[in-house]
C-alpha cells in the first residue's frame, strides 16, 4: 500500500481544522483514517488527488462536523443538556410570541401574558444558552468578552421590547442599557476579531464600513424612542452607508467568491431585514393621526374653560353689588368655595406643568407655555414620566394627592350646598374619583386614569377636571346666591 507523503498529510489535516474539529484526540483520529481510506483509494492506482477527492465526498466538512457533534453529545453531559434546552425554549418562545402577536392584533384577552412569558423564556432560557453554545463550538476562550456583552446586552434589549409594549415604566433605560451593549461594546469587539481573522485589506475594510454603518443607523432609532436631538440626521447617514454603499460592496464580494448567491447569503439579507423592520416598528410613534385628535380636544376643553372663567368672574363681580344683607349671609361660604377652587384649579395645572417640564426636561416658563399650545410639546407619546410622576413605583405618586384634593374639596362644596341634590349628583358625577371595576377585574381610579397614558393623552384628562371645576363653581356659586335670596 502506498504511503502518503507529509505535505500531503498536511492538506488532510488542513481540511480537518477547516472543520472547525477543536477536541484534538477526535481531530487525531479522523486524520488517521481519513489517510488510511486515500492510501486504500491510492492502492488501486488512483492519484492522490483523486482519491483524497473520491474520500472527501464521504468525509466531508458537515460530515466532521458532525462527527464531533455526536462526539461531544456523548462525552459532555452539560453540553447535551443546553442544546435540548435551547432546542426547546427556543420553539416554546416563538409560539407563545406568536400566539402572543396574533391575540394584540385581534385585541383578545391573554396577549400580555403570552408576551411576558414568551420573552421571559427567550431572554432567560434560549438567548443564554445559545449563547453558551455558540461560546463552547468556538473554543475561543479570549471572546469570552464578545459573548458576555452579547449576553447582557441582548437580554436588556429584549427586557426593554418587552416593557415597551406592555407599557411598563423602565423601558427606556433598558433598551438605552440593551442597545448601547451591543452597538458601543459587542460590535467593536465582534469588529476587531473580524478583523484579525480577515485575510486581505479589502475585507477589513469591508468589515469596518459594515459594522460602522450598522451602530450609526441601529443609534439612530434609538435616538428616535428617547427623542434625542440628532436622529434624522444619523437615519439618513446610516440609511446611506448600509444600504447603498456597503450593502452593493458585500454582494459583489459574496457573488465574486462563490460564483452565486448562496442560501446562507439570502438568510442573512432576509433576517436582517427583519431586523431592522422591527427596530423601525419599535421606535416608531404614535400616529400623528391620534396625536392630533388629542392635542384638538385639549384645545376645545381650555376654550371651555376660558369662556367659564369668564362667566364666574362675572358672577362674583355681580355678587359684589349686592346687598349687605346677601354679603352677610353669603362671604364666609362664597370665600371657602373661591379659594377651594383655585386651589384645586391651580394644583392640577401645576401637575401638567410638572409633566411637560420633566417629560421635554424644560424650564418651567417653557413648560407654560406648551401647556397652552400643546402641539409644541416634542415627546408627546411618552409614557413613562406620566407613570413614574402620576402613580410612582408602588401608587404613590401625584395621583393619589390628587384625588385626595378633588375628595377634599367635593366635601367642601358639599357642606355648601347641603340641601341641593342636584347639585350633589353633579358633584358626583363630574368629579368621580371610585375605582373602575368591571366583571373581569379591578383598576384603582389612579390606575384607571394614568396607567399606560401618554402624555399628550393625559392632559386632555387634567383640562376635563379643571373644566368640571370651573362648572361646578358656578353651579355652586350661583345656588349659594339664590339660597340667600330665597329663589
Known amino acids: 500500500m502506498e504511503s502518503l507523503s507529509a505535505k500531503q498529510v498536511e492538506i488532510i489535516s488542513a481540511d480537518v481544522q477547516m472543520a472547525k474539529i477543536t477536541f484534538t484526540h477526535l481531530a487525531d483520529d479522523l486524520i488517521d483514517h481519513i ?3 486515500v492510501e486504500t483509494e491510492m492502492s488501486s492506482g488512483k492519484s492522490f488527488q483523486d482519491a483524497y477527492e473520491k474520500v472527501r465526498q464521504l468525509f466531508g466538512i458537515r460530515e466532521l462536523q458532525k462527527i464531533q457533534e455526536n462526539t461531544r453529545y456523548l462525552i459532555d453531559k452539560n453540553y447535551k443538556n443546553m442544546k435540548k434546552m435551547m432546542k426547546v425554549s427556543g420553539t416554546i418562545s416563538l409560539i407563545m410570541l406568536g400566539l402572543a402577536t396574533v391575540f394584540k392584533i385581534f385585541h383578545w384577552p391573554g396577549a400580555g401574558p403570552g408576551f ?7 431572554s432567560m432560557f434560549f438567548f443564554p444558552s445559545a449563547i453558551y453554545i455558540n461560546f463552547r463550538d468556538s473554543h475561543q476562550k479570549k471572546n469570552g468578552l464578545l459573548h458576555l456583552t452579547a449576553l447582557i446586552g441582548g437580554i436588556a434589549f429584549m427586557v426593554g421590547v418587552l416593557f415597551k409594549i406592555m407599557h411598563w415604566p423602565g423601558a427606556g433605560v433598558m433598551l438605552v442599557v440593551g442597545t448601547g451593549a451591543l452597538l458601543l461594546l459587542f460590535m467593536p469587539i465582534l469588529l476587531f476579531v473580524s478583523l484579525k481573522k480577515a485575510k486581505t485589506s479589502k475585507d477589513k475594510m469591508l468589515y469596518s464600513m459594515g459594522v460602522f454603518a450598522l451602530i450609526i443607523f441601529e443609534m439612530s432609532f434609538l435616538f428616535k424612542m428617547m427623542h434625542w436631538p440628532g436622529s434624522s440626521v444619523l437615519i439618513l447617514f446610516g440609511s446611506i452607508l448600509l444600504f447603498t454603499v456597503f450593502l452593493p460592496m458585500y454582494t459583489y464580494k459574496n457573488f465574486k467568491e462563490n460564483g452565486r448567491i448562496t442560501g446562507q447569503y439570502i438568510f442573512l439579507v432576509t433576517t436582517s431585514m427583519f431586523a ?3 427596530t423601525f416598528l419599535l421606535s416608531i410613534n404614535v400616529s400623528k393621526n391620534v396625536l392630533e385628535n388629542f392635542i384638538r380636544q385639549d384645545y376645545i376643553t381650555m376654550e ?7 362667566r364666574n368672574e362675572k358672577v362674583y363681580t355681580e355678587y359684589e353689588k349686592m346687598s349687605d344683607s346677601i354679603h352677610l349671609q353669603c362671604d364666609s361660604s362664597v370665600a371657602v368655595l373661591k379659594k377651594n377652587t383655585q386651589d384645586l384649579y391651580d394644583f392640577i395645572n401645576e401637575l401638567k406643568i410638572q409633566l411637560v417640564q420633566a417629560t421635554d426636561k424644560t424650564d418651567k416658563k417653557t413648560a407654560e407655555e406648551m401647556i397652552v399650545n400643546t402641539s409644541r410639546i416634542i415627546a408627546k407619546d411618552n409614557y413613562e414620566v406620566v407613570h413614574k410622576i402620576m402613580l410612582g413605583d408602588a401608587n404613590n405618586g401625584k395621583a393619589t394627592m390628587l384625588k385626595e384634593k378633588i375628595e377634599q374639596y367635593k ?3 358639599l357642606a355648601l350646598t347641603v340641601s341641593n341634590p342636584r347639585i350633589k349628583f ?9 375605582d373602575y371595576v368591571t366583571p373581569e377585574f379591578k ?5 384607571y386614569r394614568f396607567s399606560g397614558t401618554v402624555l399628550i393623552a393625559s392632559l386632555p384628562v387634567f383640562s376635563d377636571m379643571e373644566m368640571n371645576v370651573k362648572q361646578l363653581e ?5 345656588s349659594i346666591i339664590c339660597k340667600s335670596n330665597n329663589l
Open 35 to 37: 489517510c488510511c481510506e
Open 116 to 122: 411576558v412569558f414568551g420573552f421571559f423564556i427567550l
Open 276 to 278: 431592522i423592520i422591527f
Open 304 to 310: 371651555v374653560v376660558k369662556h367659564l372663567e369668564v
Open 411 to 413: 366635601t367642601s362644596v
Open 426 to 434: 353633579l358633584i358626583e358625577k363630574s368629579l368621580n374619583t371610585e
Open 443 to 447: 383598576q384603582t381610579w389612579e390606575e
Open 474 to 478: 358656578y353651579e355652586v356659586l350661583h
